[in-house]
DNA sequence: TTGAAAACCTACTAAACCAGTAGTATTATA
DNA sequence: TATAATACTACTGGTTTAGTAGGTTTTCAA
């Protein structure tokens, strides 16, 4: 139940363009070197990211990455949901329908995995690139500790 | 971001010996076969679980499992922390502190999982045993849909 | 007292996934 | 036209997942 790499470092790579977002196009090279992350797995990362408008690119000499929206207008679960594919913490639970399964109709334990791949669902959408610039989500005030 | 195999068995395990829990001890042999799932594998399981005091065993002829707290006392966070290891959803997030990455004293999106921690906690041990024989917890009556 | 049925224990394995590395092609600008 | 950047594709070593397999020990009942 863990969030991968690929999630995290595209997170980390937005909320960087997010910080430096005054400086116009930035060089993967140099959000790689800031994020302590390798070029080339970014590389493989971005792609994803990039089939929607969430970042805009320049190509050749002094391109690099520019946010395509404000980042307020960027949810963690959007990002989430692109890289790491599906947020549902289990198989039989679906974009739209319930799949893979044939005890589906009958199963006392899916409830539990609705019920949970909603509150993670609600919390994910609740936070924007720009809270976490803020460090303002009214869930990150707590001071909760396993 | 996905529950194993053996965390999801494990609850429908439980579940079953609580559905059938007037009927004493019950063989693994009969779970796995209500619940169309290897007893070989379930055999691996079990051991994880029968370390507290969820289970009662009774070993030889006619023995089995039952549960060894009433269902209402048993929360499916409590089985998913015992058979996934762990429900945070970062490894830099552990129980009582924070590891294994330099960052954490400055990280900007520390905070995020952090907060998806707490709201999957909350949740998962929000809901007991009891809970998903009655479907009856707060959580499981929307129509949420993805 | 012995056979059967159960839990218990340990080792092995095929397949998938993760977290990258490597190399080349393409594009844009000074 | 050299250079610096993105874009694309293939490969890989390590780990995890989801089991199988086989043997040992315990208990009860006939």
Redesign the interface.
């Known amino acids: ?4 790499t690929k999630g ?1 470092y595209a ?2 790579m937005l ?1 960087d363009l997010a ?1 430096h977002r005054s400086e116009g196009y930035t060089a993967l090279k140099t959000i790689a070197e800031r994020q ?1 992350i390798s070029k080339k797995y970014l590389e493989q990362i971005v792609p994803i990211l990039n089939r929607t408008d969430i970042l805009l690119t320049n190509r050749g000499f002094q391109g690099g990455y520019q946010l395509g929206r404000e980042p307020s207008e960027i949810t ?1 679960g959007e990002v ?1 949901r692109l890289t ?1 594919g ?6 039989c ?4 329908e319930i799949v893979n399964c044939d ?1 589906s109709v009958d199963c ?2 899916l ?14 959408y609740s ?1 924007t690139l720009q809270d ?2 803020d ?1 303002s ?1 009214e ?2 005030a ?1 001071d ?3």
Not at 1 to 4: C, E, G, L, V
Not at 111 to 124: F, M
């Open positions: 139940m863990k969030i991968s995290r997170l980390r909320v910080e302590g963690v989430l790491e599906s947020l549902s913490p289990v198989a639970i679906g974009p739209n005890r006392p334990t409830p539990i995995w609705k019920g949970l791949d909603k509150v993670i669902h609600d919390y994910l936070v976490i610039i460090q989500n869930h990150f707590d909760y500790m396993i």
